[in-house]
């Protein structure tokens, strides 16, 4: 019997196919699960406001504030941004291990306050950063706030508010 079939002929191609459908197949699983992409959380966007962290203007100041900071995945929470910069361009950064990454752009209201309430639909830990700037581009660079979202088995429990 001859030795010189397709598949004798091929199988180095037909091995390196293989590996390469696997490959692609499980980089989709990990994309599409949200293992390794932040966008489960939140959008990615172009950043308004970029911002070297030492290089910050004193006369301003910039807090941030996640709450609650420990949830069940479905829960909302509310960001609250307070400046005494008022109308100023902002963006809320994200960082899920990765890097912080442009996650939404704002503007301050004329109190130099901002509150958003959104719901959280993935689970995992996320560290949250805002860089707001007048219209001089004279900024200030908030302090990080985490949060952990995690999947509860029963959201009707007590145990709920203590996570779980």
Do not use: W
Request: glycine share 10%.
């Amino acid at each position: 019997m001859k030795k010189d079939g397709f598949v004798k002929r091929n199988e180095k191609l037909l091995i390196i196919l293989i590996f390469l459908i696997v490959g692609i197949g499980t980089a989709s699983y990990l994309i599409g699960s949200g293992t390794i992409n932040i966008n489960n959380f939140f959008s990615i966007v172009q950043p308004d406001v970029e911002l070297d962290p030492e290089n910050q203007d004193s006369s301003y100041y910039l807090t941030l504030d996640i709450s609650p900071n420990n949830i069940c995945e479905g829960d909302t929470i509310q960001g609250e941004v307070k400046s005494n910069m008022p109308y100023a361009i902002c963006t809320l950064f994200g960082d899920t291990g990765t890097g912080f990454r442009a996650i939404e752009n704002f503007e301050l209201l004329g109190n130099g306050g901002y509150t958003e309430n959104r719901v959280i639909s993935a689970s995992g830990t996320v560290i949250f950063r805002v860089v707001c700037a007048d219209r001089e581009l004279n900024g200030k660079v908030s302090n990080d706030e985490q949060l952990v979202s995690v999947v509860c088995v029963d959201p009707d429990a007590p145990s709920r508010n203590s996570l779980c």
